[in-house]
């Protein structure tokens, strides 16, 4: 029986973990078949329709059939806060991520990604949502992870150096696959894909924060992240109407355009929603971010594999900071969180012990009050046996 409690005590432990790691994954790939999907001339604004188009109808009736009685009603800040989740993921953070993952490529687009660890624990520490003592350990390997994770983006992004042979991709040709080469791509778009990539980061970031806020007073998960898909498709369609004037790039088949929005509107957008929401209640925006830059290796090793990219010496030593830093953060978030159960569990047993002493207290005063009874009714028994005096007797006449 002891074991059992261990390993169900492991595994819920866990389930955080895996599930974020899960979510990269499910990232990673969505950037492989979107940038294939992109390449061969589709436009990101229909894609970010069809995506939450597809994430709406796949989630809403769950959200209709497990939620119906614990829905909560919407009042008009909640709506208000629902409206700009919906702005800042579905339309700002996608629509500029998509359009700098056109001008770059999907390992530079992860690398820029990467600041979002370092923004949304800077937004969580400006909101009070996030304490850091300097003093403490914890929060020193939270700074200093954030700050190697970043590092080691960057130097994925900023240095090459000599490039990695690695097995699988020498039998992988290059001009088969839908990707553009990207070193012809002019300095001028490089540096306007990199600001369109730092744009949706930040809008990404503002939609952790904003979602930890709203979960708190809209319980309902699964009709929450519903309502922000469906929110984000009008939002995005009304984007689209502007920003693309011809009918002919609504037209979607069965091919990789349809693969790409389903694909993406189901892991990257329901999936994800629901689940970050889950494990954001428990451990906070800052530890859903933390894993976000696993998602650059993965792409990394994915695309090598898929879309023949090469992998370059500063990739690899990149990698290596990022999950050192990686570690660091996640350690400090575990003693924040243990700490954290620690408190909660004092003012329990803190309770707990009022409440035996105000048990045993009242059984002392219970019992006072019996032995006071008792001896109220000894005196009155004590009372009642007091003989009582008989009147004297008639004296005897003397003998004769």
């Known amino acids: ?74 009042t008009f800040p909640i709506f208000m ?16 991520y998509y359009a700098g993952l056109k001008f770059t490529s999907p390992t530079f687009s992860c690398a820029m990604s990467n600041m979002l660890p370092a923004m949304t624990f800077v937004m969580a520490v400006l909101c009070r949502m996030e304490k850091v003592d300097i003093k403490k350990v914890r929060c020193q390997a939270k700074v200093v992870g954030t700050v190697v994770t970043v590092a080691g983006a960057m130097l994925m992004t900023l240095y090459k150096g000599p490039i990695m042979e690695m097995i699988w991709s020498k039998h992988i040709h290059p001009q088969k696959s839908y990707v553009t080469d990207t070193t012809g791509t002019t300095d001028k778009d490089w540096l306007k894909g990199s600001i369109l990539l730092i744009i949706a ?89 933390s894993f976000s830059p696993l998602m650059m290796i993965i792409v990394a090793i994915m695309g090598s594999f ?17 999950v050192a830093g990686l570690y660091s953060v996640l350690w400090g978030k575990y003693k924040e969180y243990k700490e954290k159960q620690a408190n909660e569990m004092i003012p329990e047993a803190v309770k707990g012990v009022e409440e035996n002493n105000r048990t045993g207290m009242g059984m002392m005063d219970e019992a ?13 028994l004590v009372t009642v046996a007091v003989p009582i005096h008989e009147p004297p007797m008639k004296a005897q006449a003397p003998k004769a």
């Not at 922000?228 to 069965?254: D, N, R, Y």
């Not at 009050?369 to 009155?380: L, P, R, V």
């Open 1 to 74: 029986m002891e074991s059992q409690g261990c390993c169900s005590n492991f595994f819920q432990r866990c389930k955080p973990y895996v599930a974020m790691i899960s979510l990269q994954f499910g990232y990673a790939g969505m950037n492989i078949i979107t940038k294939v999907s992109l390449n061969r001339g589709m436009s990101h604004y229909v894609l970010v329709v069809y995506r939450h188009a597809f994430a709406t109808g796949v989630i809403a009736p769950f959200a209709l059939i497990l939620e119906r009685k614990v829905r909560p009603k919407i």
């Open 81 to 96: 806060q629902i409206f700009v989740l919906g702005l800042l993921g579905p339309v700002m953070d996608q629509n500029f």
């Open 201 to 289: 980061t930040f809008a990404w970031a503002s939609f952790f924060i904003l979602q930890a806020i709203t979960m708190k007073k809209y319980t309902a998960h699964i009709s929450l992240t519903a309502l922000v898909c469906f929110m984000g498709t009008l939002q995005s369609i009304a984007v689209t109407f502007v920003m693309e004037h011809k009918p002919s790039v609504w037209s979607i088949g069965w091919d990789m355009n349809l693969l790409a929005a389903a694909y993406s509107g189901i892991v990257s957008s329901s999936i994800a929603y629901y689940v970050q929401g889950l494990v954001m209640q428990k451990r906070g925006p800052v530890f859903v971010t």
């Open 306 to 322: 898929i879309l023949a990219e090469k992998i370059y010496l500063g990739g690899v030593l990149g990698a290596i900071l990022i």
């Open 368 to 380: 006072n009050d019996i032995e006071m009874q008792k001896a109220e009714a000894n005196n009155s």
